[in-house]
C-alpha cells in the first residue's frame, strides 16, 4: 500500500512489465526511424523516465528535446490548456513526441495542433500508458506501450499532486 497525500494507492504495473513495454516501443521506433535523425520532443514533467528510457535504446543519431503543457489537477483532467513552451526550431524535422500517458487525449491534441504550425516534416506520438476508454479524439497513436483501464495512475513520472513521479513501478488509486 502506498499513501500519497491524502490518498491510498495499490501496486498495479511492475517495474520489469514496464521496461518490458518500453523495449517494445524502442524496437518499433528503431524499426521506422532507421537512418533518420529524429527529435524526441518529450512532453514534461512525467514524460522524463519514460523519455530517458526510449531514447538511451535509439540506435542512431537523434535530439532530444522538452515541451511543457499542463492540464491535470488532483485526479481529474481540467481540460483548461495552457501554452506550449520549448518548441522552436522543429521546422522540417520528424518529431516523435513522447508521452507517458495519453487520457482523454486533449494534451496530445493540443500539441498537434501547435504542431501543424511549426511547419514540422512529420509527426508520430509514443505514449507509454494509453486509457481508451477515456480518449476522446479521433488521431491515431503510433506507439503505445500498454493500454490500461480507466483509472487513476500514479508513478515512472506520474504524479498525484506532485508526489509519485520517482517511484519507479505504477500505482492505482485504491478501491474505496
Ligand atoms: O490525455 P490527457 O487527459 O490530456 O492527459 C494526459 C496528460 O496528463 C499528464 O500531464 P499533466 O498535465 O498532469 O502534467 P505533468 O506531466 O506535469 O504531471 C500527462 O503527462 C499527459 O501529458
Ligand atoms: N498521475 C496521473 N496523471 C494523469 N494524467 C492523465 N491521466 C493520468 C493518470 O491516470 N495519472
Do not use: W
Not at 490500461?148 to 500505482?171: A, C, H, Q, S, T
Amino acid at each position: 500500500m502506498l499513501k500519497l497525500h491524502d490518498l491510498e494507492f495499490e501496486p498495479f504495473i511492475s517495474n520489469r512489465q514496464i521496461e518490458a513495454a518500453v523495449e517494445e516501443v524502442a524496437q518499433k521506433i528503431n524499426e521506422d526511424f532507421s537512418g533518420k535523425c529524429p527529435v524526441f520532443l518529450s512532453v514534461l514533467n512525467g514524460a522524463y523516465p519514460f523519455t530517458a528510457a526510449l531514447t538511451q535504446r535509439f540506435k542512431g543519431d537523434c535530439e532530444v528535446e522538452f515541451t511543457k503543457l499542463k492540464s491535470y489537477e488532483g485526479t481529474s483532467s481540467t481540460g483548461k490548456l495552457k501554452n506550449l513552451i520549448g518548441v522552436e526550431n522543429l521546422k522540417d524535422k520528424h518529431v516523435i513526441i513522447i508521452e507517458d500517458i495519453v487520457d482523454t487525449g486533449n494534451t496530445f491534441s493540443e500539441i498537434i495542433k501547435i504542431l501543424e504550425e511549426k511547419e514540422v516534416a512529420s509527426f508520430k506520438i509514443a505514449t507509454l500508458f494509453y486509457k481508451p476508454e477515456a480518449y476522446k479524439k479521433e488521431h491515431n497513436l503510433d506507439y503505445v506501450g500498454m493500454e490500461i483501464p480507466n483509472k487513476f495512475i500514479v508513478g515512472y513520472g506520474l504524479d498525484y499532486d506532485g508526489l509519485g513521479r520517482n517511484l519507479p513501478e505504477v500505482y492505482q488509486l485504491k478501491q474505496k
